[in-house]
């Protein structure tokens, strides 16, 4: 099946520092990306909608300053958490469309981010 | 209203018995709806999708859709204690295959 790698799968980083997480589709090309952050015990939150050579669109209450996206190959999108606080401590997933029919979507094995 | 809505509580069940979870959406123009499990510290994993009214199958698993009622629910047969897990319910929403995830819920297999 098709797969998609996010890197790193876990970094710590200091308040006030960014960090960056990558997600790539290893073996299909996907013009649109998501990013989801999942708190503890809490559902996955879609925070932006990641399209290949256009702006990123933001869900409400999502700043877009602060969660950089950029998605300048079909096979790759970054996130971006810059001036990272303790409160940007989370489970960062990343899913890829295929868009080849049935399920089309795919998840990678996702990034825990600790801001210390 | 939230999007969609998982709202039991966690469910524990013993070895064998049969696991039933339900979903509701408020989109009544949603198209595409999965279950996913989700393993404690790891990413979602795809057990189901369904696009239409009805049953589908697949293994000891069955989804069930009624887009009259906005609803739809999975069944886990014959529950082993690898099922357990949180399950999540999500449904494609505003186009571009946009996923909107319920809080899930937490399924105990119990040997």
């Known amino acids: 099946g098709a797969v998609v790698s996010q890197h790193p799968s876990r970094v710590i980083c200091k308040s006030g520092t960014s960090v960056k997480i990558e997600c790539r589709s290893l073996d299909f090309q996907a013009t649109t990306m998501f990013w989801y952050r999942q708190f503890p015990k809490q559902s996955l939150m879609l925070m932006a909608t990641s399209n290949e050579g256009s702006k990123a669109t933001y869900e409400q209450g999502v700043e877009k300053d602060k969660f950089l996206i950029n998605h300048a190959s079909l096979t790759l999108s970054t996130l971006t958490v810059t001036s990272a606080h303790p409160e940007d401590s989370s489970f960062y997933i990343c899913?890829?469309?295929?868009?080849?029919?049935?399920?089309?979507?795919?998840f990678g094995e996702g990034s825990w981010l600790t801001v210390v | 209203q939230k999007e969609v809505e998982q709202n039991s509580g966690p469910l524990s069940v013993p070895e064998g018995a049969i696991a039933s979870l339900n979903c509701t959406y408020s989109?009544?123009?949603?198209?595409?709806f999965f279950w996913y499990r989700q393993y404690s510290g790891k990413s979602p994993e795809l057990i189901m999708f369904i696009y239409s009214n009805g049953d589908k199958e697949d293994g000891r698993f069955t989804a069930q859709l009624n887009k009259a009622s906005q609803y739809v629910s999975l069944l886990i047969r014959d529950s082993q204690p690898s099922d357990s897990a949180t399950y999540l319910c999500?449904?494609?929403?505003?186009?571009?295959?946009?996923?909107?995830f319920g809080k899930g819920n937490q399924v105990v297999v119990i040997p």
């Open positions: 989109d009544r123009g949603s198209q595409s």
């Open positions: 899913s890829a469309d295929s868009g080849t029919g049935g399920n089309t979507i795919y």
């Open positions: 999500a449904v494609t929403a505003g186009g571009n295959n946009r996923l909107a």
